[in-house]
């Protein structure tokens, strides 16, 4: 006579995690990258060139951010690594960014485009190839106002406009 098993409950039963398809056997881990450090430059005023200029959601903040990354052109202070960005915010709106009357990103754009803009599109790369001063000043403090280890400490743009010529 063939016996019945039973069959666990839905209490009793294990869940568990399905690994990726590309999954390595459990006996090797994979490496820990480590992310390359934010810039650290001397504090100052800079002429910089935009190399790059996006936007996008970023999921971490719930809003639209757009990233400026500047070349200083006329930096001669401690070497550094990495990227010098100047980041905007574009409003917390998922479906679509929004530049508000009084933001600085539309002080900038009023700067780039002589005027303000006739067109409620705007193509981001407007502010690439072009020349700006910028003010560099180190972050030493967390978000929380904690003073943060000499170490870890990084630069960002606090203020950028347009380099006039002539």
């Given at each position: 006579m063939a016996t019945l098993q039973r069959l666990p409950v839905s209490s009793e039963r294990r869940t568990e995690r399905r690994a990726p398809s590309n999954h390595r056997p459990t006996d090797q881990k994979p490496a820990i990258t480590v992310a390359?450090?934010?810039?650290?430059?001397?504090e100052g005023e800079y002429l910089a060139e935009?190399?790059?200029?996006?936007?996008?959601?970023?999921?971490?903040?719930?809003?639209w951010k757009a990233r400026l990354v500047?070349?200083?052109q006329d930096y001669t202070g401690k070497a550094y690594t990495?990227?010098?960005?100047?980041?905007?915010?574009?409003g917390t709106n998922p479906d679509s960014p929004r530049v508000g009357p009084g933001s600085?990103?539309?002080a900038l754009l009023v700067e780039v485009h002589g005027g303000q803009p006739a067109n409620s599109v705007l193509d981001v790369n407007?502010?690439?190839?072009r020349r700006y001063r910028i003010a560099v000043v180190t972050v030493k403090?967390?978000?929380?106002g904690e003073p943060i280890a000499a170490a870890n400490w990084y630069s960002i743009v606090r203020d950028i406009h347009l380099a006039e010529f002539g």
């Open positions: 390359a450090p934010y810039p650290l430059l001397d935009c190399t790059k200029a996006s936007y996008e959601w970023a999921n971490r903040y719930r809003k500047l070349s200083p990495g990227q010098l960005c100047r980041f905007f915010n574009l600085d990103f539309r407007i502010f690439a190839g403090q967390n978000r929380k």
